[in-house]
């Protein structure tokens, strides 16, 4: 559990809860007198997210950079070449922010997609929060 009372979901822990409220305020004489009601209760957790990084190298092309932000991040041309520069300016910068399955998914396909066509490109996840 986090501050605040608020709970998140880690690994394989399970986001069900369930409560038992032993009530018996049941009518007397009714046949659901004496029973114990059982309410479940099913809270949700937000997912931690990742955010999917790329590096400057002084190999890859800046047109390969901007191709892979439009195809794969879903950016427009304008958002793919300011991201492109940063990444070129600073050495790096976040690409888009995902939970972590489809994070390592984007981490592999940009890896393989950059190999494929020669360059040395480098693209990591890290997860949010947590500094
Ligand atoms: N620095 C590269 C060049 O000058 C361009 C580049 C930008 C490479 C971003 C990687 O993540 C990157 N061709």
């Known amino acids: 559990m986090l501050?605040?009372?608020?709970?998140?979901?880690g690994g394989d822990e399970h986001t069900r809860v369930q409560?038992?409220?032993?009530?018996n305020m049941t009518r007397p004489g009714s046949h659901h007198e004496g029973q114990t009601q059982v309410l479940e209760r099913t809270e949700t957790q937000q997912p931690r997210l990742w955010r999917v990084l790329l590096l400057n190298d002084d190999y890859t092309p800046m047109d390969f950079v901007v191709f892979v932000l439009e195809r794969f991040f879903r950016k427009t041309e304008q958002e793919a070449e300011l991201i492109m520069?940063?990444?070129?300016?600073?050495?790096?910068?976040?690409?888009?922010?995902?939970?972590r399955d489809i994070a390592e998914t984007k981490v592999t396909q940009v890896t393989q997609a950059s190999r494929a066509q020669g360059h040395p490109l480098r693209v990591v996840a890290e997860p949010e929060g947590k500094e």
């Open 3 to 9: 501050k605040g009372g608020r709970m998140r979901q």
């Open 85 to 99: 520069l940063a990444v070129h300016h600073k050495g790096q910068g976040v690409a888009g922010v995902y939970t």
């Open 19 to 23: 409560t038992s409220y032993a009530r």
